[in-house]
């Protein structure tokens, strides 16, 4: 039994580091490169979340319609464009709305899709 136990931590263990998203900037494929351009020269300095987030978000994207892959590609340049005090900033903002109940919530979705409208 104790041996069971002893291969399924290994085997647990060698999984989650094969499933670690590569820190290296080179290692991802070009159509994963060309998706997360504007952010290349942080990628380095992404957390493993962070960067699995950013990859599937790159998976995706072939999928998406026209609309959506140009609405992608405006918040990954503008996020790419922002301070690290904005970047906390707007971090801090996003769990503060995620907290809240949800009709609140939804009004001040809808407020902010407003604002991204008129600008």
């Known amino acids: 039994m104790r041996r069971l136990g002893l291969s ?6 060698a999984t989650a580091v094969a499933a670690a998203p590569p820190a290296d900037w080179a290692a991802l494929a070009p159509a994963q490169q060309a998706v997360l351009a504007p952010l290349a020269a942080e990628w380095g300095s992404y957390s493993a979340g962070q960067r699995q987030h950013l990859l599937a978000l790159a998976e ?60």
Not at 8 to 13: E, K
């Open 60 to 119: 995706q994207y072939p999928h998406h319609s026209a609309a959506e892959r140009s609405r992608i590609d405006a918040r990954i340049r503008h996020w790419a464009s922002l301070s690290p005090a904005e970047r906390n900033r707007a971090r801090d903002n996003y769990k503060k709305v995620q907290r809240l109940p949800s009709p609140q919530r939804e009004q001040v979705k809808e407020k902010l899709k407003q604002v991204q409208a008129a600008n």
């Open 8 to 13: 399924l931590l290994l085997f647990c263990a």
